[in-house]
């Protein structure tokens, strides 16, 4: 029976996880995921699951398990966060070219040094070419919402490649939020049983995995994966449609807030949308028309849709709580630069990093810098391309 | 010796699997080699040293006598001509450069 509950980000994904009941979970504990596999643990402990639960000496080990899991058949699942998922990287891309439907779920944290353990989503944009799929969910719910349908994607005929599914550590992993749960037999029916493709344990269909690819044969493989990658685009919006018509919370690959009649947009991941959307409010009861825009896929980059809601503004900021040292702007200003550049006349776009190791968004913040780009439209001088919000000199 | 034009990205397994148990035979590395094993037929006495530990399974054997390498595959790593024993050294490894059918890479 769907339940409406008080959840915190990270028991969220642990009861989807429990719903699901992969064959294989193999982790290794790190701030703030670490709730994630301590609940999933209790699970097992209490006879609730049947998965295999692997506890792995690190996170390399631990997204290994998975790997060889996955290839011999298993439904896996995995968590971590910064440090962690930054020690899984290599395995990362091993997973995504041997084209392993693994979910793993992340709460974005910074990365040392300096020690932090807070929000930041420089652990995710670490891994941003692996060739997994990029989830960034705004709210516990979502979360839980993303983590079933994760599996959905990552195991699509179309697509099989691991998936990321990420939700700002603390603000949302530890944060108690009132949410819907579905019935554990109806996301058993969403979900649906896992037909592994090539398992090494059909002894009776014998297949290598991993092998060596020289020059002669590296680059189709590493293209295929590209059109993997894109086909994903499609299955993301159809899951996220069929979720919806199960459960009623309907998702795509972009989360519009008041764009069309808007003049200067806000576009930000995750739970600083939020945000964004109030500032949005309090700037249009000045008349000041804004939107918000939230892509909540980041791979594939939905660039077209991109091009679709945004092109008719007049200037833009991109909010990105990671950064690209000595890059010309961070990740998500210059992949959305990047996809209206081309337009007849694009609009102005800026870039503003906020948010490193877990620091406050405010509102405030936001509203300053739409109203940057009000002054830069007035005056005609443009604003700095690319800057931080909220720092000290 | 060349390799046959390997499938495009629409067609090539996807994962890189191997779905084919034993197709290493059809991806020639004869052209990987610097120096060719040349045997002395006279000199060998068919100990099969050699054959155990190829890495390319590149020794031709028949009937328990050694008859020579597939040069399709060999890549010339001179492990055979190491192995052999002392008593008979019945394996040359000679240049690639001094034959006239040397293989292009």
Redo the contacts between chains.
């Keep these: 029976m769907t339940q409406t509950v008080a959840l915190t980000g990270n028991t969220a994904v642990a009861l989807a996880m429990q719903q699901i009941e992969p064959d294989v979970v193999a982790a290794y504990p790190i701030t703030p995921s670490t709730e994630i596999m301590q609940s999933f643990a209790t699970y097992i402990a209490n006879g609730e699951v049947d998965s295999e639960l692997v506890l792995a000496e690190s996170e390399h080990s631990a997204l290994s398990a998975c790997v060889g899991a996955a290839a011999a058949g298993g439904r896996v699942m995995t968590a971590t966060s910064s440090q962690g998922l930054a020690l899984m990287w290599e395995v990362l891309y091993i997973a995504a070219g041997l084209r392993l439907p693994i979910v793993i779920s992340v709460a974005n944290r910074a990365l040392s040094a300096p020690l932090n353990i807070h929000g930041d989503h420089s652990d995710m944009m670490g891994a941003r070419d692996s060739g997994c799929i990029q989830l960034y969910a705004e709210t516990a719910q979502e979360a839980y919402d993303n983590t079933l349908q994760a599996v959905r994607i990552a195991e699509h005929p179309e697509v099989r490649l691991p998936v990321l599914s990420g939700m700002d550590g603390f603000i949302i992993s530890h944060s108690i939020e009132r949410m819907v749960v579905e019935d554990r037999e109806a996301v058993r029916g969403f979900v649906g049983p896992y037909v592994p493709h090539h398992p090494l344990l059909d002894l009776a269909h014998p297949v290598s995995y991993g092998p060596l690819a020289l020059p002669d044969t590296y680059m189709e493989h590493r293209r295929q994966l590209v059109e993997a990658m894109r086909r994903a685009e499609r299955v993301i919006e159809a899951v996220g449609t069929e979720f919806g018509a199960r459960f009623g919370r309907t998702y795509g690959l972009t989360e519009a807030y008041r764009l069309e009649d808007a003049e200067f947009g806000l576009i930000a991941l995750s739970s600083a949308a939020g945000t964004c959307r109030v500032a949005a409010d309090e700037l249009r009861a000045r008349g000041m028309r804004v939107g918000v825009l939230r892509p909540r896929v980041l791979r594939p980059f939905p660039h077209a849709r991109l091009r679709d809601a945004l092109g008719h503004l007049r200037a833009i900021a991109v909010l990105d709580r990671a950064d690209s040292p000595g890059g010309f702007g961070a990740p998500v200003f210059t992949e959305v630069r990047s996809a209206l550049y081309g337009l007849p006349s694009p609009p102005l776009v800026i870039g503003r990093v906020f948010g490193l190791g877990g620091r406050d968004l405010l509102v405030e913040h936001v509203t300053e810098v739409a109203e940057a780009l009000e002054k830069a439209l007035e005056t005609g001088e443009p604003p700095e391309p690319v800057d931080y919000l909220a720092v000290r000199e | 010796m060349v390799?046959p034009e390997?499938?495009?990205?629409?067609r090539?397994p996807?994962?890189?699997?191997?779905?084919e148990?034993g197709n290493a035979v059809q991806y020639l590395t004869g052209g990987w080699r610097t120096f060719r094993p040349v045997l002395d037929r006279e000199r060998c006495t068919d100990c099969l040293i050699c054959w155990i530990f190829c890495p390319d399974s590149a020794i031709q054997v028949k009937g328990g006598r050694l008859l020579g390498f597939d040069l399709e595959h060999c890549k010339g790593c001179g492990i055979c001509a190491a192995v052999c024993p002392p008593s008979a050294r019945a394996i040359a490894m000679v240049e690639e450069s001094a034959f006239q059918d040397r293989a292009e890479p």
């Design positions: 390799n390997p499938l495009g990205w629409r090539i996807e994962g890189a699997l191997i779905l148990p």
